[in-house]
C-alpha cells in the first residue's frame, strides 16, 4: 500500500519562504512524475509544479519565478521550496502523481501552508 507524506507547512509572512518535502512508502518516488497540488478552502485542487521521472518541470503560472520544484533521488523525496510567498498561496498542499491522476495511489493528508501577517 502506498503512502505519501507531506511535509515543511507552516506559517510564514508574506514575503517568506518555506520549504515542502514529499516521501512516500510501498514504492519508490524516484520512478514516477510527480507533482506539488493546492487546495483553498472552496476550491478545486489545482496544480501548484509538476516534475518528471526525468526531472523536466512545469509550474502554473501563479507561482512561475517564486516555486522551484526538485527531485533528492538519493533520499527518495520530492521537494517544493516556496518563495516570495503570498496570502493567495494559502492551502493545503499535497503531493501526487503527475501528469496522470489515474492511479489507485491515495492522497496523502497534506500540509498547510498559511501566509498571514
Known amino acids: 500500500q502506498v503512502q505519501l507524506v507531506e511535509s515543511g507547512g507552516g506559517l510564514v509572512e508574506p514575503g517568506g519562504s518555506l520549504r515542502l518535502s514529499c516521501g512516500a512508502s510501498?514504492?519508490?518516488?524516484?520512478?514516477?512524475?510527480m507533482g506539488w497540488y493546492r487546495q483553498a478552502p472552496g476550491k478545486q485542487r489545482d496544480l501548484v509544479a509538476g516534475?518528471?521521472?526525468?526531472?523536466?518541470?512545469k509550474y502554473a503560472d501563479s507561482v512561475k519565478g517564486r516555486f522551484t520544484i526538485s527531485r533528492d533521488n538519493a533520499n527518495d523525496v520530492v521537494n517544493l521550496l516556496m518563495n516570495s510567498l503570498k496570502p493567495e498561496d494559502t492551502a493545503v498542499y499535497y503531493c501526487?502523481?503527475?501528469?496522470?491522476?489515474?492511479?489507485?495511489?491515495?492522497w496523502g493528508q497534506g500540509t498547510q501552508v498559511t501566509v498571514s501577517s
Open positions: 501526487y502523481r503527475w501528469p496522470s491522476l489515474t492511479t489507485t495511489w491515495p
Open positions: 510501498g514504492t519508490m518516488l524516484r520512478f514516477y512524475g
Open positions: 516534475i518528471s521521472a526525468a526531472g523536466s518541470t
